[in-house]
């Protein structure tokens, strides 16, 4: 059987995630992917130590381009326009 679109190797389905914006290359990333190299449930926030060493590359070079990825790239780009879309409640 071939291996699809959107599939790791054992079968298993991949949780990729695609980011598409006009005019630019599409982004895919794996989702949780940090979270899983720095032993961090999914459900919880990265902590300040293991986020600064991440970025300084002692996680390995994945992890690194990850963390840039994610704090100071697209990802962090995406939250702060979200962050300034919101309506502010009184």
Do not use: C, N, W
């Amino acid at each position: 059987m071939a291996k699809g679109k959107g599939r790791a190797s054992g079968g298993s389905r991949s949780k990729t995630t695609t980011m598409r914006a006009p005019g630019k290359k599409p982004i895919t990333f794996k989702r949780g992917g940090l979270h899983e190299q720095l032993g961090v449930p999914k459900d919880k926030p990265i902590p300040p130590g293991k986020k600064a060493a991440a970025l300084r590359g002692e996680y390995g070079p994945l992890a690194k381009k990850r963390a840039t990825f994610a704090f100071k790239g697209a990802l962090k780009a995406g939250r702060e326009t979200a962050k300034g879309s919101r309506r502010r409640r009184k």
